[in-house]
């Protein structure tokens, strides 16, 4: 490849960002990085109507969170800016203007009622109506009208759009780096809106003129715009500029049955379809990632594996690693099953990886909302506790009994662990603590563990209760590193309280 890949991110900010959107950033940021290329985000709002107040704020968060940061863009302005559509608007229209001086588009004049009067004709007669080579010249514009007409009218204050002339009879041969090679005839093809009298241009004619401004070299997009492909290399020819290379990602579907991932599918089913958390103007919450608990990096992760995989047994992949391994060849045309189990077995691997400071830095804010200080070693304690956890939450799960002392046992394990004999053995075990100054996981263990050897005692005994007595169940790390965590005066305390409870 000689010339500098620039791919582009082009979201329309009509609502929070779906997983879909971030893994065709993802996939976008992936290929650049590979290629040395540029990443940009160019914000598509030429449609007022649908645009939505915080969608860019929240688009541009959940781009860095993910650590997958654009080069440029809005807020990183380089030479191919502005990057938001509406700022760019008085650029469309010298382009919509030279279509129709190529002949390539025209304006139409049909009023709305009238186009609805056609198609319920159409329909009326089992019919679709398509507004195209096959009935243009039966309908209000520029074609059939003279120039004059047309300027008048235009003068006159008029409503018109222009559209786009396809052309009759005609094979096309698209090619789609994930799909390869296809065919579309012309003749099935609508004359589709490029501009419109309110000034602003569609979706196609704004996303092919900047795409060649901004230098695009490769489109990487959802699958819901291969229709689109047609439409859009033939505004490439009719320009008559080179156009880029396309590769349309595969849909991500349901968990189970069939049909696309809906935004609403998450939190009926229980797991986020949003990278952050998003509130709607009217009041609905809709879960995010980030605020489940999720690290970026297993979402990465998760998301990278949606439609792609690297042919090896590898799973675990970190974004530089992606960035070496991906390659759009291997992206799949099949659709993609989302897997939430999947991702929350990604969270579990990736937490594992989190230093054991900076995940005790975590799980103390977490321990702060909850209104708990405390003197304990909360790092010893999440190296401890990690291994079974999954989120931060997990780790208050799995040893909340540090932080707070059993109010009550676990009744079956009562029933087990408390004996006759056990409040004397216990009577025992804090007289050997109370005589250790070395409260260290090891000599502890070399005390207890000896007095029971001497007095062979049998280790269930006294290790089952001692247990229930520190944590209220018989769950947790090893006893001895939850005596030294607590320190002699806590498990000591612990202690007495359960001899008094079988009192
Ligand atoms: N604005 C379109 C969208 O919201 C962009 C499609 C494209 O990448 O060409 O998905």
């Given at each position: 490849m000689s010339q500098k890949v620039r791919v582009r991110f082009a979201p329309s900010p009509t609502g929070p960002l779906h997983i879909g959107g971030v893994r065709t950033a993802l996939f976008n940021y992936l290929f650049a990085k590979k290629h040395g290329g540029d990443f940009l985000l160019r914000i598509e709002d030429t449609d007022q109507n649908r645009y939505v107040e915080g969608a860019e704020a929240y688009i541009i968060e959940a781009l860095n969170w993910l650590n997958i940061?654009?080069?440029?863009?809005p807020g990183k302005e380089k030479d191919c800016g502005p990057y938001r559509q509406s700022e760019r608007k008085e650029l469309y229209k010298q382009y919509a203007d030279t279509l129709i001086e190529s002949g390539n588009a025209y304006f139409a004049f049909d009023t709305a009622e009238e186009l609805d009067a056609h198609r319920k004709d159409h329909e009326a007669k089992g019919k679709t109506f398509i507004y195209n080579w096959h009935n243009r010249l039966k309908l209000k514009n520029s074609l059939v009208i003279s120039a004059e007409e047309t300027q008048q009218k235009i003068a006159k204050g008029e409503e018109y759009v222009i559209r786009f002339k396809s052309p009759e009879d005609e094979t096309l041969y698209l090619n789609d780096i994930i799909r390869g090679g296809m065919q579309v005839e012309t003749n099935v093809l609508d004359d589709k809106v490029l501009f419109k009298s309110d000034g602003m241009p569609t979706y196609h004619l704004a996303n092919i003129v900047d795409d060649h401004l901004m230098k695009i070299t490769h489109v990487i997009r959802g699958e819901e715009w291969l229709p689109s492909l047609a439409l859009h290399v033939l505004l490439y020819r009719a320009f008559g500029w080179n156009a880029p290379q396309f590769a349309h990602l595969p849909l991500i579907l349901k968990p189970t049955g069939n049909g696309k991932l809906s935004k609403r599918d998450g939190d009926k089913m229980g797991f986020?379809?949003?990278p952050l958390e998003w509130k709607t103007a009217e009041g609905d919450l809709f879960s995010g990632y980030r605020e489940d608990g999720y690290l970026p990096e297993a979402v990465i992760n998760m998301l990278a594996f949606l439609g792609w995989?690297?042919?090896?047994?590898?799973?675990i992949f970190s974004l530089e690693e992606l960035v070496e391994s991906f390659?759009?060849?291997?992206?799949?045309k099949a659709g993609a099953k989302f897997d939430p189990e999947k991702t929350k077995w990604f969270q579990h691997q990736y937490i594992q990886t989190v230093d054991d400071a900076e995940l005790a830095s975590q799980f103390s804010k977490f321990l702060k909302q909850k209104d708990i200080s405390t003197a304990l070693d909360v790092t010893k304690i999440v190296s401890l506790l990690k291994e079974r956890a999954t989120f931060v939450s997990d780790l208050w799960e799995q040893g909340s009994f540090f932080f707070e002392a059993p109010e009550n046992y676990d009744a079956k394990a009562a029933e087990k662990a408390f004996k006759p004999e056990t409040p004397e053995l216990l009577q025992q075990v804090v007289s050997i603590l109370n005589t250790s100054e070395d409260f260290s996981v090891e000599k502890l263990s070399e005390k207890v563990k000896g007095w029971i050897t001497s007095e062979n005692i049998g280790f269930g005994k006294v290790m089952m209760p001692l247990r229930l007595a520190l944590v209220g169940e018989m769950k947790g790390p090893d006893v001895f590193d939850i005596l030294s965590i607590l320190g002699k005066e806590e498990s000591i305390s612990r202690i007495e309280k359960a001899i008094d409870f079988m009192g």
């Amino acid at each position: 490849m000689s010339q500098k890949v620039r791919v582009r991110f082009a979201p329309s900010p009509t609502g929070p960002l779906h997983i879909g959107g971030v893994r065709t950033a993802l996939f976008n940021y992936l290929f650049a990085k590979k290629h040395g290329g540029d990443f940009l985000l160019r914000i598509e709002d030429t449609d007022q109507n649908r645009y939505v107040e915080g969608a860019e704020a929240y688009i541009i968060e959940a781009l860095n969170w993910l650590n997958i940061p654009y080069d440029e863009g809005p807020g990183k302005e380089k030479d191919c800016g502005p990057y938001r559509q509406s700022e760019r608007k008085e650029l469309y229209k010298q382009y919509a203007d030279t279509l129709i001086e190529s002949g390539n588009a025209y304006f139409a004049f049909d009023t709305a009622e009238e186009l609805d009067a056609h198609r319920k004709d159409h329909e009326a007669k089992g019919k679709t109506f398509i507004y195209n080579w096959h009935n243009r010249l039966k309908l209000k514009n520029s074609l059939v009208i003279s120039a004059e007409e047309t300027q008048q009218k235009i003068a006159k204050g008029e409503e018109y759009v222009i559209r786009f002339k396809s052309p009759e009879d005609e094979t096309l041969y698209l090619n789609d780096i994930i799909r390869g090679g296809m065919q579309v005839e012309t003749n099935v093809l609508d004359d589709k809106v490029l501009f419109k009298s309110d000034g602003m241009p569609t979706y196609h004619l704004a996303n092919i003129v900047d795409d060649h401004l901004m230098k695009i070299t490769h489109v990487i997009r959802g699958e819901e715009w291969l229709p689109s492909l047609a439409l859009h290399v033939l505004l490439y020819r009719a320009f008559g500029w080179n156009a880029p290379q396309f590769a349309h990602l595969p849909l991500i579907l349901k968990p189970t049955g069939n049909g696309k991932l809906s935004k609403r599918d998450g939190d009926k089913m229980g797991f986020p379809v949003f990278p952050l958390e998003w509130k709607t103007a009217e009041g609905d919450l809709f879960s995010g990632y980030r605020e489940d608990g999720y690290l970026p990096e297993a979402v990465i992760n998760m998301l990278a594996f949606l439609g792609w995989n690297p042919g090896t047994e590898q799973e675990i992949f970190s974004l530089e690693e992606l960035v070496e391994s991906f390659d759009l060849e291997r992206v799949h045309k099949a659709g993609a099953k989302f897997d939430p189990e999947k991702t929350k077995w990604f969270q579990h691997q990736y937490i594992q990886t989190v230093d054991d400071a900076e995940l005790a830095s975590q799980f103390s804010k977490f321990l702060k909302q909850k209104d708990i200080s405390t003197a304990l070693d909360v790092t010893k304690i999440v190296s401890l506790l990690k291994e079974r956890a999954t989120f931060v939450s997990d780790l208050w799960e799995q040893g909340s009994f540090f932080f707070e002392a059993p109010e009550n046992y676990d009744a079956k394990a009562a029933e087990k662990a408390f004996k006759p004999e056990t409040p004397e053995l216990l009577q025992q075990v804090v007289s050997i603590l109370n005589t250790s100054e070395d409260f260290s996981v090891e000599k502890l263990s070399e005390k207890v563990k000896g007095w029971i050897t001497s007095e062979n005692i049998g280790f269930g005994k006294v290790m089952m209760p001692l247990r229930l007595a520190l944590v209220g169940e018989m769950k947790g790390p090893d006893v001895f590193d939850i005596l030294s965590i607590l320190g002699k005066e806590e498990s000591i305390s612990r202690i007495e309280k359960a001899i008094d409870f079988m009192g």
